[in-house]
């Protein structure tokens, strides 16, 4: 049985840049997207792929703008400090306690959400990239 080529980097990012957009969808919702996916992946959602710790550079990415990674820089930055100043105590399970309406009520997910919802309405101007193929431009192939 033959096995698909690895992605190129492109594509990779493309699929990275889809995730990001994923994660602000939720962010966006505010408390309803706590509330949805709980706080531990609320938050993490987002870090998986945008994070100033992470090895990736993100924001040298091509398949970002400069408006969008200084919008993501607004929520990434509102998040760090979101966490910073929020205790959090995982479970033995390394799953968050029942920690939702605790995380709701300190107001940082309606804080949040203003700069989540505008980076997403930016991002989804340009639209998704293909999972499948390079594009230069969301709809637009290399």
Avoid: K
């Avoid at 980097?9 to 706590?34: F, H, K, P, S, Y």
């Amino acid at each position: 049985m033959a096995t698909a080529p690895d992605p190129s980097e492109r594509l990779v990012r493309q699929r990275m840049r889809n995730r990001a957009i994923e994660a602000l969808e939720a962010i966006a919702d505010g408390d309803e997207g706590v509330r949805s996916m709980g706080v531990g992946e609320y938050v993490e959602e987002f870090f998986d792929i945008i994070d100033d710790r992470a090895p990736w550079r993100w924001r040298t990415w091509s398949v970002f703008t400069p408006d969008e990674v200084q919008a993501l820089e607004v929520v990434h930055d509102l998040l760090v400090q979101a966490c910073a100043e929020t205790p959090q105590v995982p479970t033995p399970g390394g799953i968050f306690a029942d920690d939702n309406e605790n995380f709701i009520r300190t107001g940082w997910p309606a804080r949040i959400q203003p700069a989540a919802a505008s980076a997403l309405d930016l991002m989804l101007t340009r639209g998704r990239f293909s999972e499948e193929r390079e594009e230069v431009e969301p709809g637009r192939a290399s």
